[in-house]
């Protein structure tokens, strides 16, 4: 038996999709336990590319159950157009049999999304860059107390009683910024509607998991978005609205010290989508140099991403907070060209230096980081399959990485696709386990 969290350490979209897939291979569930559809999870199967932005990306594997847990905010209509999407794509998802969805989750319901929308609007200058998918809001009224369930849409009774007590305060509020208020009638016939789809996959998605794990089954938790974007840890108010480590996994019902091991997803680079600090942020032509040869444009949103060099600094201190055991590098294809490679190991500013990430220290944003160049390389590494085939160069950068972060790297990917991988094998510098990904 195992229990795997797998989570982004960097600002997101360091290619969870495609490890979670490479992991899935051998999991009995793989239980989805925070986010919303901010996510894009990308996951490439020879000429054919998925991105999953609610289904977990187990849903590849037949055999393979998968669960969206309570800690998730699901729009059940962009569920449902998800679900129909990857049909077509010739997967089969059928709802209670390789899909279900925890009773508890919270729903994101369309004043969420105008909801998002005017928060961003207003804020001005200060906008956080959601993807404006509701997921602030929802989070938001889970934590009010006027938040709808999926369990809710089960009964018509305490589905009029719930939306009753959320319309009461959200009427007022759209009264305030002058907009229509919500029709009662309408609503409730979507959710029904909806409801009637959906409802097949209802499960109490806790006893689901804590059972599998008694039966010793292998179970994956697929983590989003990345450490650097959680609610507390992050870089506040520049965050989503969820908790982004192994600890969210506890909204699934699920203890996270049963958690056995924590796979962190690091990009050999940074990356970021949004406003929002990004110390080692890359402008002008290095920074169009990585977007181009990395592809970086959203998975969800389509926008162009922020690109910079590796910061040490803020990996291990999501690798810390998150309690991360081995991690996995993707992207090192996408450096091929440039030298010198820079990486950030220490923030400065005011006579002091940073080593340890300042973590909520006034006047973060105007620390500068401190960098050591390392040799880039020139070869394509995309069809590099060993360790010891890379260039040097290359195995010193990753080296160096792991020496920094204190932690063993035995994956690392080289390309989108399934089999663009290396694993390292033996025992890497630090002693660690390498047994990750399922080999
Ligand atoms: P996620 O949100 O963490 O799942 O990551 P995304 O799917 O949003 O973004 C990662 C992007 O990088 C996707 O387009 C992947 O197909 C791609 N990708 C994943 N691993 C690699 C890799 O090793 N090299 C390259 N070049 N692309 C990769
Ligand atoms: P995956 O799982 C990258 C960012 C948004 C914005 C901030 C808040 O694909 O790695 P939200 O809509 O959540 O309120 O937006 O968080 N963000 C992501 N950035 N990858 C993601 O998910 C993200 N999910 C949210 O761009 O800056
Ligand atoms: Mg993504």
Known sequence: MSSICVVGIQWG????????????ASSDLVVRYSGGNNAGHTVVVGKEKFVLHLLPSGILRP???????????????????????????????????????????????????????VMEELRGHGKIGT????????????????????????????????????????????????????????LLGDLKEVGRVLLPSGQDVGAMVRTAALEK????????????????????????????????IGAAGFPPREVQRVVGVAKAY??????????TELFEEMGE???????????????????????????????????????????LDVLSGISPLKVAVAYEGEGQSFGVYPA??????????????????DEDLTSVRSFEELPAAARAYVE?????????????????????VIHRGAASNNGSSTKVLGV
Not at 297 to 318: K, N
Request: hydrophobic share 35%; aromatic share 8%.
């Open 360 to 377: 909520g220290v006034p006047g973060f944003e105007n620390l500068k980081p401190h960098y050591e160049e390392l040799e880039g390389w």
């Open 217 to 248: 089954k292998e179970i994956l938790f697929e983590g989003a978005q990345g450490m650097m974007l959680d609610v507390d840890l992050g870089t506040y108010p520049y965050v989503t609205s969820s908790s982004v480590g192994p600890a969210g």
């Open 131 to 186: 993807t404006g998918r509701g997921i602030g809001p929802a989070y938001q009224d889970r934590a009010s107390r006027i938040g709808l369930r999926f369990s809710d849409l089960a009964d018509s009774a305490v589905l009029e009683k719930r939306v009753d007590a959320a319309l009461s305060l959200k009427n007022r509020f759209l009264e305030g910024l002058g907009k229509a208020p919500i029709d009662r009638e309408k």
């Open 270 to 279: 940074t990356t970021r989508v949004g406003e929002g600090p990004f110390p």
């Open 13 to 24: 979209d360091e290619g969870k999709g495609k490890v979670i897939d490479m992991m899935s």
């Open 289 to 331: 140099r990585i977007r181009t040869q990395g592809h970086e444009f959203g998975a969800t949103t389509g926008r162009p991403r922020r690109c910079g060099w590796f910061d040490l600094v803020a990996v291990r201190y999501a690798v810390e907070v998150a309690g991360v055991d081995e991690l996995c590098l993707t992207n």
């Open 400 to 420: 160096f990485l792991e020496n920094g972060l204190g932690v063993s790297i035995p994956v690392l990917s080289v390309g989108p696709g399934r089999n663009q």
């Open 63 to 117: 055999g393979t159950k998968n669960l969206i847990g309570g800690g998730v905010v699901v729009d059940p209509w962009e569920l449902v157009k998800e679900i129909e999407g990857i049909r077509k794509l010739g997967i089969e998802v059928e709802l209670g049999k390789n899909l279900f969805l925890a009773w508890s989750a919270h729903l994101i319901l369309p004043y969420h999304r105008m909801q998002d929308q």
